[in-house]
């Protein structure tokens, strides 16, 4: 598969693994698609229902087929089992919504996720098999701490990718993972999260965290997320995708990592906050040369995104301007770290 979406902000890419030192097909250039939130549940259920499994991605799996790994945020447990937690939102999609995913070209998804235990354990432990059963990867969920915090690995073009999912979003601890019960890999604290992104860092060439955190409806990042994403980036991680805020922030560049504090929505359902409605997608380029990365701005009408038109995506990319650090956004997308006076 090959992504169209790339752009410029130099960033180095190590070379932990056993492919250190060899050259040609380790040195071929790695795409990576990254989109956010999806929900496969309440409106959105209705419009698969009504119309197929393949109806959410229709208009957005040109982008998430070309790329050699495609990553999402899954919002929804996957069972015909449980009950619904005692919280304001709860989802359980069908397992055969999954299809989707499959045919859109999606390879892992983040469960770290402030709605992964919706229906409690059993339908979290159905999730990852109903994941297995479609040789879809999944990251941020496990039986233990080691399981929810392990990196999902594959070697693509000669590199090893790991991608990591970590949530700072979680209604109590009792969803925390532990050293011997299941749950989900959080973020609240340092540890043991660094002791396992290291581990990850040491298997692999590449490191992409998935992140689910920040305020909702929000254009600016809470001043924790940058303080965690630099101590990530100080331990190895060479880009920062997040998710949660159902709004698009900013991106910042920190020692030449790209940092998206939030590329907003993807499938999902209607919002009554117009920013809800409005997201992006993230293409990564890692080269020998460096990372290049692009967005593309997506409206999100009846469960489905859309690449915007020129005027709506150029409102949204002047958007990201504004609210960016020390990064800039040019027409076409291309994202790159603002030139030092």
């Known amino acids: 598969m090959l992504l169209v979406a790339m752009s410029t902000a130099p960033i180095s890419v190590r070379a932990n693994s056993g492919t250190q030192g060899e050259k040609s097909e380790g040195d071929e250039a790695i795409e990576i698609a990254f989109v956010g939130d999806m929900i496969m549940d309440k409106s959105v259920g ?29 919002e929804t447990p996957v069972s015909t089992r449980g009950k619904p937690e005692k919280k304001e939102f709860t989802y359980r999609a069908r397992p055969e919504t999954l299809k989707g995913l499959v045919n859109a070209g999606f390879d892992v998804v983040n469960l770290a996720n402030n709605h992964s235990l919706d229906y409690g354990m059993d339908a979290l432990f159905d999730t990852m098999q109903h994941l297995r059963n479609e040789k879809i990867g999944y990251v941020g969920a496990g039986r233990n701490e080691a399981e929810a915090f392990a990196p999902y690995l594959q070697t693509i073009k000669g590199k090893r990718v790991a991608v990591i999912g970590l ?46 955190w920040n305020l909702e409806y929000k254009d600016m990042p809470e001043a924790y997320a940058r303080e965690m994403a630099r101590k990530l980036i100080d331990n190895g991680v060479d880009a920062i995708i997040g998710s949660h805020s159902h709004s698009i922030m900013g991106v910042e560049f920190y020692k030449n990592v790209p940092i998206y504090y939030s590329v907003g929505n993807f499938v999902f359902t209607t919002s009554y906050n117009p920013k809800g409605r409005e997201a992006m997608m993230v293409g990564l380029t890692f080269t020998k040369e460096g990372t290049k990365s692009r967005v593309i701005p997506v409206k999100i009408a009846n469960g489905q995104p859309t690449p915007m038109d020129a005027t709506n995506k150029q409102r949204i990319i002047d958007k990201l301007n504004r609210i960016s650090y020390e990064a800039v956004i040019d027409q076409t997308g291309q994202v790159m770290a603002k030139k030092k006076e």
Do not use: C
Request: no cysteine; aromatic share 10%; proline share 5%.
């Open 167 to 212: 949530s700072h979003v979680l209604p109590n601890r009792q969803w925390f993972a532990g050293k011997d019960t299941p749950g989900l890999a959080h973020a609240y604290s340092y540890e043991p999260m660094l002791t396992y992104v290291k581990k990850a860092v040491e298997q692999s060439d590449i490191t992409i965290a998935v992140m689910h």
């Open 46 to 74: 209705v419009q698969i229902a009504k119309n197929g499994v393949d109806y959410p991605f229709a208009r957005a799996k040109e982008f998430l087929k070309q790329a050699d790994l495609t990553i999402g945020n899954l």
